[in-house]
């Protein structure tokens, strides 16, 4: 197995993320004609139909497909969308949302009973001062209650990860799309309980082509492409070599933030980036750096 990116496989990877981060903008763009769980449940729903007709049933639980389309399209999205109507800019959305890997790893030790390591608790100490300065600055634009969901919504994909772990090797975009089966009902409850059959009604009659383009970018480019190409590259390349490429997504959800929404980024929203971001690569690379301090060579 190589451990070095070729041109096209780094360029590849490069695509998905900048998918994965200018996702959020999407997003927005969206919520911006549509409710949020009406959102949520058409995504889904044009990632099941008509994929599901063309990919096998991963062989895995019923409960283990279940439990994954619940966590990620009920939790994960459906908090992030309702979120980012009105609650939590794009960009720091894309940013906060990252502590899923914390949330992982906490969840797999409580599993396994396992210790946290000392540089995990610094990099989890570094990721948690970026929310507390978001936290201080919160505005018409962030709210408390954003971060809430998003952190939720976190919460929920670290619970998806686990779940996604459980079903060993698989099929990754026949096991989103046959999981997806089992978001898209409650999602469509939910919209209708909450959002009401009227503002369900005016959101599919006001949907123009923007509208039905973030609905295929979402469920063609971020969830079909996005974990096709990356699970391709992680069959071919070690983890340690694919996974902190991920690190980019939250500079992609906030570059395109500012550019295309006019986001701005001022010296407060930086640090808690650079607090964040340096805490999940700390996290990510450091088992890397440590294997290599102990097999580099010594002079004599």
């Not at 959020?24 to 889904?44: E, S």
């Not at 492409?225 to 997504?249: C, D, E, H, Q, S």
């Amino acid at each position: 197995m190589r451990h070095t990116l070729s041109l096209r496989h780094f360029l590849l990877a490069l695509a998905v993320v900048a998918v994965w981060g200018t996702n959020f903008v999407v997003i927005k763009l969206a919520l911006g004609q549509m409710p949020p769980l009406l959102f949520a449940t058409l995504r889904f729903a044009v990632v099941v139909v008509p994929t599901v007709f063309f990919l096998p049933r991963p062989k895995v639980p019923w409960r283990n497909l279940a439990a994954y389309g619940l966590l990620i399209g009920v939790g994960q999205f459906g908090l992030l969308f309702i979120a980012m109507n009105g609650h939590i800019s794009p960009g720091l959305a894309s940013l906060v949302i990252q502590v899923q890997v914390f949330f992982t790893i906490g969840l797999a030790m409580r599993l396994a009973a396992e210790q946290l390591q000392r540089m995990q608790w610094l990099a989890l100490a570094l990721a948690s001062a970026g929310i507390g300065i978001i936290v201080l600055h919160t505005d018409g634009s962030t709210t408390l209650l954003g971060l809430a969901l998003i952190l939720l919504a976190a919460l929920a994909w670290a619970g998806g990860n686990i779940v996604a772990r459980e079903a060993g090797r698989v099929n990754m975009v026949a096991y989103v799309v046959w999981s997806s089966l089992f978001a898209v009902p409650p999602l469509a409850a939910l919209s209708w309980w909450f959002e009401g059959w009227d503002a369900v009604a005016a959101g599919l009659r006001g949907a123009d082509a923007v509208v039905w383009a973030a609905v295929a970018w979402q469920a063609w480019g971020n969830s079909l492409f996005g974990y096709a190409a990356w699970g391709w590259l992680l069959a071919r390349y070690p983890a340690a070599t694919i996974t902190p490429m991920a690190l980019l997504v939250p500079l992609f959800g906030m570059g395109a933030a500012a550019l295309w929404l006019g986001e701005g980024l001022p010296a407060w929203k930086l640090s808690a980036a650079a607090l964040v971001m340096g805490g999940l690569a700390l996290n990510l690379l450091w088992p890397k750096w440590r294997q290599w301090l102990r097999h580099r060579p010594t002079a004599n």
